[in-house]
């Protein structure tokens, strides 16, 4: 599957952001999205994911409560909606895919990436 990363910008500190990730070649049903994060120097570290058949999430700790992952059937994509962003939610965002019924949370178990998209929160 192929997918298309967009919606980062240059935000500041407590703003809202929606990133979204559209797949195309192959429908997501039987796939899992996750959404990883890359800040400049850093490793590349898993930010939220979801197993679209049972619609299950999982996220990383220092998102939970701000961030919201979601997917839509007729648009064939993926969604993390952040909301009240800050400094440290700074990177590159990149979403990937796997064919697999559970959500992952390390990029090694991922097959399919998208190509990125820069989010920056000022303070």
């Known amino acids: 599957v192929q997918l298309q990363a967009s919606g980062g910008g240059l935000v500041q500190a407590g703003d809202s952001l929606r990133l979204s990730c559209a797949a195309s070649?192959?429908?997501?049903?039987?796939?899992?999205v996750a959404w990883f994060a890359q800040a400049p120097g850093k490793e590349r570290k898993f930010v939220a994911g979801?197993?679209?058949?049972?619609?299950?999430?999982d996220y990383a700790d220092s998102k939970k409560g701000r961030f919201i992952i979601s997917r839509d059937s007729a648009k064939n994509a993926v969604f993390l909606h952040m909301n009240d962003v800050k400094p440290e939610d700074t990177g590159v965002y990149f979403c990937?895919?796997?064919?697999?019924?559970?959500?992952?949370?390390?990029?090694?178990?991922?097959?399919?990436w998208g190509q990125g998209t820069q989010v920056t929160v000022s303070s």
């Open positions: 070649g192959d429908t997501l049903s039987d796939y899992s």
């Open positions: 979801i197993a679209w058949g049972m619609g299950s999430t």
């Open positions: 990937a895919a796997k064919r697999l019924g559970v959500v992952l949370s390390f990029t090694r178990n991922y097959d399919d």
